[in-house]
């Protein structure tokens, strides 16, 4: 089956600690997203990518990074200077062209104490 | 620029009875629009969408959704609300120039028994 794995669910870390977040896609797709969501507040985009070895900033990119040294994958990293951390976590991905509907994964809540 | 609203963070219906989730949305360009519903703690899964062509567009689980260009709207509608259709929906806007879509801040719709 086709689809978008984000592993893990859940995440607990202290404060000042560095954690990556995985997102794997099998859908042959070009695009790739990761969003920060908060109750009421929406979807925030943090990170997109067209092709491997490129990405750009969203609206909130202060105290992340990614990558994308393959297709398949564009893990985040939640660094030691986000200051409010805690927040679930969603990767998409879509084609490029047509609609761009995206496909979602199911998430990864991050708990930062 | 492109802009979604959503009307009415909470939405609360009794079994059976109507649901209407309301959207406006803000295009220079002819857009694409989507919603999707997103249960907790789980990902967003596409709902239906709008292109071009046929204005009343039908998606799963018995919801279906109006573009209306003179009101710039797209309202999502079923008939009869089910307990299972309780969750988060969000609507989105997209054009043909940037595969970024803007989400709405989203609408939780609670059913009664």
């Known amino acids: 089956d086709g689809g978008i794995t984000q592993s893990p669910k859940y995440l607990f870390r202290k404060e000042g600690q560095n954690v990556t977040l995985s997102c794997e896609q099998n859908l042959n797709h070009d695009a790739m997203y990761w969003y920060r969501q908060d109750p009421g507040q929406g979807l925030r985009l943090i990170y997109y990518s067209q092709i491997v070895n490129d990405f750009q900033k969203g609206d909130i990119a202060e105290g992340y990074s990614v990558s994308r040294e393959k297709k398949e994958s564009f893990p985040l990293t939640v660094t030691s200077a986000q200051k409010n951390p805690t927040a679930f976590y969603l990767c998409?991905?879509?084609?490029?062209?047509?609609?761009?509907?995206?496909?979602f994964g199911p998430g990864t809540r991050l708990t930062v104490t | 620029a492109q802009s979604v609203t959503q009307l009415g963070s909470h939405v609360s219906v009794s079994e059976g009875a109507l649901v209407l989730l309301r959207c406006n949305y803000s295009?220079?360009?002819?857009?694409?629009l989507f919603w999707y519903v997103q249960y907790p703690n789980q990902g967003l899964q596409l709902l239906l969408k709008?292109?071009?062509?046929?204005?009343l567009v039908k998606g799963i689980n018995g919801f279906e959704a109006e573009f209306k260009k003179s009101e710039t709207s797209f309202h999502l509608t079923k008939p009869s609300a089910h307990m299972s259709d309780a969750a988060e929906y969000f609507c989105a806007v997209g054009t043909g120039g940037s595969y970024i879509p803007t989400f709405g801040r989203g609408t939780s719709l609670i059913v009664h028994p």
């Open positions: 295009s220079s360009v002819p857009p694409y």
């Open positions: 998409a991905s879509s084609l490029i062209g047509g609609s761009y509907e995206q496909y």
């Open positions: 709008y292109t071009t062509g046929a204005t």
